[in-house]
């Protein structure tokens, strides 16, 4: 630990896996009670302000957060959240920004018992804090942390990896579990996601109420990135299952549908619960999906798969994910594809299309078309993964509900991606424009990547007028939702698609905006690309002395800025290290990312 040399703000954040954010709050309000005000950042990023502090912004009314940001998806086992970015994002920016006012640094107690957004939150604004002066962040014995709260539920290997992207050189022999596990009696939940884990928690509530709040606490949880917390209440949740008989069960559906008044989501869905087979299964799901996330795929397969080991009881369609999500995850790994299309092939048999079926076993059809045709995407059968895509959407014919929705959005993208990957690019740019005629979707987080699709596209049909156009949209809509992350990134990528059609003048342009966007975000490393992109154009040596030496204060990129730097340094050719524009929009939040 560094010593401070002038009285440094105090903060313990040993606040357990209960809620996320509930470390960074506990920092921002040891910086708040020590009289810093953060400035304008509060209201400039209410949204994400709101999740931080919902009494602040009770009154004001702000966006909210899942209107203006995209989520993390349950079925796609897409852990990628915009959502928590965003919010990690302003609290790093608030933590640094709160520093540097005071002049006073903050040391944080307590890391290694922290929630693991907060772990994350706190990784970021070590980062943040090397590109604003006066801000300074010390921990104070990050070796120390909490015992695990469950067999599921040990992170000590997340915590390093994020402690070693604070450049705090760790191993697994330098942990102490030495932090007290009583944060449940010592802080008190602020937000709903805290409040269900204490009635999941509860020792002195029946099963029955534990185990309706654990299911809602988990479709909470999945949305602030709380892959601890789920893995704690839903292992919990699981044991207290065999102390209720099944008659009891239509009566714990219908308190956890009240209880998930307070969730807004449309994943993690419980009206297709019908048993304890099912509730057990729901609870299985949920702990394959935070060991997928957190990156252990073998541990995932194991839980996906154990969701049908008892099949007495189990509804077709929890079976059928069961193989859904077993595939998904063999899909990502190497040399599992045709273990993967076994377990789809299952899924089929599962809910094969019957008289009289339900809806949301045609809809569970729909998915493992989906998924298949994925898989014959990956062996480039472009023409039965096509097909595959079509009836996935046969299966969604006159189905309105939310799941159905986001598949249906999911296969229109698919398709289009399916024709530009053969060559049919005209065919892959109607096929996008169709898509939104047919979601019907006119809000700016569409339109941001809708737009963005369609600029990449239309560069491949050599339209450039127009996707400059389109590009501009994103920009706009990006600028209107307060995206600071993806206007940096186009503004990056417009730098070098002017400067290779020659107009250094406009690309210079676009690489001090990009400069500029980089250090509101507080990334070395995209601070470095824009000056790079700056030199490129003609930019001063002062220029390129800056660009090596933000490059040299990446934390979440440093082999990439080393080179980066390298390039600079001998005056190379700067044009295959600076990114153009893509297809997609989407990408990792890497900067708030510790997976290998």
Known sequence: MVTPTVAAVRVDVNTGPAASYAGLRECLGALRAAGADFGDLPARHASEWAELFPADCARNNPPLLEEIALAPSERRLHRESEQVYR????AAAALCAGTAELGRPLLVNGVGGTDLSSLRGLMRAVEHSRVVPGAALLLHAPESVRAPLGRHAD???????CLRRMNVPITTDDLVADLPTDTEAR????????????????????AVDRVAASLAYCRRAFFSANWEGMAVVADAAIDLLSGIPEPAIPELLAKAEREEELVHAIEFETAILRSTADIRGFLLKVLGIQAGFRGDQEAAITAFRAIRERGDGLSPEIRAQSHLYAALTLSKRKHHLAEAIAEVE???EVVRERPDEADSVRRERGWLHNLRGLTLFAERRLGA????????????ADLTDASSAHLRINLYSNISVLQEKAG?????????EKFQQATGSSNAGFAKHHAYRSAGLRLLVGDRDAALEDLDTTLTNAAELNDVFHQAEVRLELGKLHATAGDREAAAEEYVRAENTA???GDPYRIALAQAGQVMTGGASTV?????????????????????ATAVAGGKDLAGLLPAPRTKLNRPFDLINFQD
Not at 87 to 90: D, G, R
Not at 424 to 430: D, E, M, Q, T
């Open 87 to 90: 919010v990690l994002s302003v």
């Open 346 to 348: 299952q899924g089929f």
């Open 155 to 161: 992170y000590r290997a997340e915590r390093i990896r």
């Open 519 to 521: 250090r509101l975000l």
């Open 187 to 206: 802080f008190e939940p602020v937000t709903e996601e805290g409040q269900l884990y204490r009635r999941a928690r509860d020792g002195d509530s029946s």
């Open 424 to 432: 049919k690019h005209w065919s892959a740019l109607r096929t996008w």
């Open 544 to 564: 390129a002395r800056s660009a090596v030496a933000n490059a040299s204060l990446s934390l979440t990129r440093p082999t990439d800025a080393e080179t980066l």
């Open 385 to 396: 993964a096509f097909e595959h895509e079509k009836q996935a959407l046969a299966c969604l």
